[in-house]
């Protein structure tokens, strides 16, 4: 048991780093809704900037968007021309993913400034792409309607999580401890 452990003491440090850092993040970001009470800034501060940036970007565009507190349900309504299209809700704010990616970077760690650029610089990229997401759906969901399920069930998170998956490919093979390891 114990050669078992001395074979496989990167992964599972690796797994421990990654599940303690994720947790933790999690816990911290749970809390954070649980004390939200949106009444500045309604659902949560992150939900309404998204939905504030990305009514921004739509106008940019030349569309005229709005977006409005929902009556029933924590989100934010986004309305295109005049058009209900989607909700704005706080799945849509890309903290989730955000600590998601932050823990595959802190668990597979390089040197520590390299590491506080490069999820620094992670996060900024993939809250952008979040937004662009959301702009593109919400064009997408304008123009052709009847692709809904594909468009955000498939297409979008597919963008998403693809950058994610990009970002981690890029840090293991350019700046991790474990390419510093093999050169």
């Not at 003491?9 to 004390?35: E, G, P, R």
């Not at 009470?37 to 709005?66: C, I, M």
């Not at 986004?78 to 998601?100: D, M, Q, W």
């Amino acid at each position: 048991m114990k050669a078992l452990f001395k074979k496989y003491k990167s992964v599972i440090k690796f797994i421990i780093t990654f599940l303690v850092v994720y947790i933790t993040l999690a816990v911290c970001y749970k809390f954070y809704l649980q004390f939200s009470d949106g009444s500045k800034f309604y659902p949560d501060y992150f939900t309404n900037l998204v939905a504030k940036q990305s009514r921004a970007v739509l106008n940019t565009l030349d569309y005229n968007a709005e977006i409005m507190p929902h009556p029933n349900e924590p989100s934010m309504k986004l309305v295109l021309n005049g058009k209900y299209l989607a909700r704005v809700i706080e799945g849509c704010n890309a903290i989730s993913v955000i600590i998601l990616f932050l823990s595959f970077i802190v668990a597979f760690s390089g040197q520590v400034k390299t590491t506080f650029l490069y999820i620094l610089a992670g996060s900024v990229l993939i809250y952008t792409f979040n937004l662009l997401r959301i702009v593109v759906l919400a064009i997408g969901l304008y123009h052709y309607p009847k692709y809904e399920a594909v468009l955000h069930t498939v297409v979008f998170p597919a963008i998403i999580y693809g950058m994610v998956f990009l970002l981690w490919i890029v840090w293991v093979n350019r700046f991790s401890k474990l390419k510093q390891k093999h050169v």
